[in-house]
């Protein structure tokens, strides 16, 4: 036998056999053709299961957001010219010009970013910087996008350099350019896009390259938020929870919550939970600070973190500690520490930083219950607040 390879229609040829059409495998339960799913799955998410509740922490949270920017509470400078934004935008009947959100995690630039395609009435396509791993990734969405849709990067500053250098011509010229082949047959096609609107959102503006942070029309920065402000929004979350809580009540959670309106939905939840097992009552005081002390939230709104770096920097004082030293001790990631637990300490004077690293205040002391170390003399770094 010459050949050792089936025949189209799968047989062995030889002689004596016959050609057998080879049938087709079973389908696999829940796939479609040639789906490795099945799409209508996807089509009941969100909808109530056999126990009647919902898919739901995360159903509940895309409602508690604001859908409006005059339900956006807070920012009152971030809103108004977001807003001036906007309309002179839809008066030119015209996309407007790209915009960067910048600030700490959890202030609401994504909900701005929903927000802005709400109220321009065009499409949202949100996506982040690690998801966009190379530039074919980026043409796909490009070229999915109406006119006026919004793309939405969150953690923009995570994109690779190549997809970042990518945007450039289509936020400017609303156009791409793909490389077909490669070596003497490689030809460029352009490809040409409807023209759009890029939010970005960021929690370290200062890693944007300048000529992709230029490429932004309006760049705003959303910083914490006052505890009156936070106030709103715990009242406004438990109005659509569907939960009594009495003002004290929210006045504490608001406090606690590190001038973070996301912290302040999460802690609502697990009072609200508290409130539900007890037998559905009416959330005050004494129930808040109850469910806050057992999740480990002190009255300054410190966490069990919050705490163990304070510890390692009253052990290191009077000298400075490096981060480095700080995230080895504690077990936490170095960025971590940076960006979720070091701001709300510098803020609240339980820390400071120095060219040498960081160093405990006397009021961090006496928070966690140290003494005040003698000051050294060789090393010229007198310990103050």
């Given at each position: 036998?010459?050949?050792?390879?089936?025949?189209?229609?799968?047989?062995?040829?030889?002689?004596?056999?016959?050609?057998?059409?080879?049938?087709?495998?079973?389908?696999?339960?829940?796939?479609?053709?040639?789906?490795?799913?099945?799409?209508?799955?996807?089509?009941d998410?969100?909808?109530?299961?056999?126990?009647?509740?919902?898919?739901?922490?995360?159903?509940?949270?895309?409602?508690?957001?604001?859908?409006?920017?005059?339900?956006f509470?807070?920012?009152?400078?971030?809103?108004?010219?977001?807003?001036?934004?906007?309309?002179?935008?839809?008066?030119?009947?015209?996309?407007?010009?790209?915009?960067?959100?910048?600030g700490?995690?959890?202030?609401?630039?994504t909900?701005l970013?929903?927000i802005?395609?709400?109220?321009?009435?065009?499409?949202?396509?949100?996506?982040?910087?690690?998801?966009?791993?190379?530039?074919?990734?980026?043409v796909?969405?490009?070229?999915?996008?109406?006119?006026g849709?919004?793309?939405f990067?969150?953690?923009?500053?995570?994109?690779?350099?190549?997809?970042?250098?990518?945007?450039?011509?289509?936020?400017?010229?609303?156009?791409?350019?793909?490389?077909?082949?490669?070596?003497?047959?490689?030809?460029?096609?352009?490809?040409?896009?409807?023209?759009?609107?890029?939010?970005?959102?960021?929690?370290?503006?200062?890693?944007?390259?300048?000529?992709f942070?230029?490429?932004?029309?309006?760049?705003?920065?959303?910083?914490?938020?006052?505890?009156?402000?936070?106030?709103?929004?715990?009242?406004?979350?438990a109005?659509?929870?569907?939960?009594?809580?009495?003002?004290?009540a929210?006045?504490?959670?608001?406090?606690?919550?590190?001038?973070?309106?996301?912290?302040?939905?999460?802690?609502?939840?697990?009072?609200?939970?508290?409130?539900?097992?007890?037998?559905?009552?009416?959330?005050?005081?004494?129930?808040?600070?109850?469910?806050?002390?057992?999740?480990?939230?002190?009255g300054?709104?410190?966490?069990e973190?919050?705490?163990?770096?304070?510890?390692?920097?009253?052990?290191?004082?009077p000298l400075?500690?490096?981060l480095?030293?700080?995230?080895?001790?504690?077990?936490?990631?170095?960025?971590?520490?940076?960006?979720?637990?070091?701001?709300?300490?510098?803020?609240?004077?339980?820390?400071?930083?120095t060219?040498?690293?960081?160093m405990?205040t006397?009021?961090?002391?006496?928070?966690?219950?140290?003494?005040?170390?003698?000051?050294s003399?060789?090393?010229?770094l007198p310990?103050?607040?």
């Amino acid at each position: 036998m010459e050949g050792g390879g089936l025949d189209q229609n799968g047989a062995m040829p030889g002689r004596g056999s016959e050609s057998r059409p080879v049938e087709p495998a079973p389908a696999t339960p829940g796939t479609s053709g040639d789906h490795v799913f099945n799409p209508s799955a996807l089509e009941d998410l969100g909808t109530p299961g056999p126990s009647g509740g919902s898919a739901p922490e995360r159903i509940t949270e895309v409602g508690l957001r604001p859908v409006a920017l005059k339900e956006f509470v807070g920012q009152g400078g971030v809103v108004e010219n977001l807003r001036v934004h906007l309309d002179a935008a839809m008066e030119r009947d015209e996309p407007p010009d790209h915009v960067l959100f910048s600030g700490p995690p959890g202030l609401g630039k994504t909900s701005l970013a929903r927000i802005m395609a709400g109220e321009l009435g065009t499409s949202l396509q949100p996506t982040s910087g690690p998801a966009l791993d190379k530039p074919r990734d980026l043409v796909g969405l490009l070229t999915s996008l109406k006119r006026g849709d919004v793309l939405f990067i969150d953690e923009i500053h995570r994109l690779p350099i190549a997809v970042e250098e990518y945007l450039y011509t289509a936020m400017e010229d609303f156009r791409v350019e793909m490389t077909l082949d490669s070596g003497p047959h490689a030809r460029i096609l352009p490809i040409e896009l409807e023209p759009f609107t890029l939010v970005g959102a960021t929690t370290r503006e200062g890693l944007l390259s300048a000529p992709f942070r230029a490429r932004f029309g309006l760049s705003l920065r959303l910083d914490p938020y006052p505890a009156h402000e936070l106030e709103q929004i715990v009242r406004r979350a438990a109005r659509i929870l569907k939960v009594q809580i009495n003002d004290e009540a929210a006045a504490i959670l608001a406090e606690r919550s590190r001038g973070t309106p996301r912290i302040a939905g999460r802690f609502l939840k697990r009072v609200r939970d508290r409130a539900q097992i007890d037998g559905n009552r009416a959330i005050d005081a004494q129930l808040a600070e109850a469910t806050l002390r057992s999740i480990g939230v002190d009255g300054h709104g410190l966490e069990e973190m919050d705490r163990r770096i304070l510890r390692c920097l009253a052990d290191h004082a009077p000298l400075p500690a490096a981060l480095k030293t700080i995230a080895a001790v504690v077990g936490e990631m170095e960025d971590t520490i940076e960006d979720v637990f070091e701001p709300h300490l510098l803020r609240s004077g339980f820390l400071r930083k120095t060219p040498r690293g960081r160093m405990i205040t006397e009021q961090g002391l006496r928070l966690i219950g140290a003494e005040p170390p003698l000051t050294s003399a060789q090393d010229g770094l007198p310990f103050t607040t």
